[in-house]
């Protein structure tokens, strides 16, 4: 069966220091993968996507960037973090663009 | 454009009744509907999804969903809910470009025993 993995689970970092946010899954092979983040309230929006290794495509022009080093691992980064980073950032994968699957999330505060 | 729209932030039921969570969806062309549950601090569990076929969709913990496509709906619904159903529930519609998925803001439902 098919499992997805996000780390850290919680994350506390000071404005302007980087960040690298890694997950992976198993179990599957050519999976799409999604970036959402979820922000105070509710709601979830989509960051990134990616159909294959190194193709990435950005939903909303943000301080944050990904990358899809292998198959099944997906890293959200960014160089400089600001106070309006805070958030749940969930990752997802798919088959055939249909169900997505979420990983248990990265809660992440920026102070 | 596509969007979802789930008009209640909340929804209030006694164990035991029945639920329903109101979902309405804009899309072009046959809608790929989706269901998720998510509890506190944990990631979406997929519940159900509408591709095709019968407009009764069965999905996981005794949840089913109902598309109606004369009223542009898609709304979950349990015959007799339980205190673990308390949650907060997302409806999605896949795009148009088949690239990701539009979720509604989310109906926080709230079973009391």
């Known amino acids: 069966s098919q499992t997805i993995h996000q780390w850290p689970a919680t994350l506390v970092q000071p404005v302007g220091s980087p960040l690298s946010l890694e997950c992976t899954v198993e179990g599957t092979s050519n999976p799409n993968l999604y970036w959402y983040r979820q922000a105070a309230g509710r709601g979830l929006q989509l960051l990134f996507y990616s159909v294959g290794i190194g193709q990435i495509s950005s939903e909303v022009p943000q301080n944050l960037s990904a990358s899809r080093p292998q198959d099944r691992q997906f890293i959200l980064s960014s160089k400089k973090l600001l106070l309006s980073d805070s958030g749940f950032y969930l990752c997802a994968w798919s088959q055939n663009t249909e169900t997505q699957y979420f990983g248990p999330g990265t809660r992440l505060l920026v102070l | 454009a596509q969007s979802v729209a789930q008009p209640e932030d909340q929804v209030n039921v006694a164990e035991g009744n029945p639920l329903t969570v109101k979902c309405t969806y804009s899309?072009?062309?046959?809608?790929?509907l989706f269901w998720y549950v998510q509890y506190p601090n944990r990631g979406l569990q997929f519940l159900l999804k509408y591709i095709t076929g019968d407009n009764l969709v069965k999905g996981s913990y005794g949840f089913e969903a109902e598309f109606n496509k004369s009223q542009t709906s898609f709304h979950l619904k349990k015959p007799s809910a339980l205190v673990s159903d308390s949650a907060l529930y997302f409806c999605?519609?896949?795009?148009?470009?088949?690239?990701?998925?539009?979720f509604g803001k989310g109906t926080t439902l709230s079973v009391s025993s």
């Open positions: 999605a519609v896949r795009n148009q470009a088949g690239t990701a998925l539009i």
């Open positions: 899309v072009s062309g046959n809608p790929y």
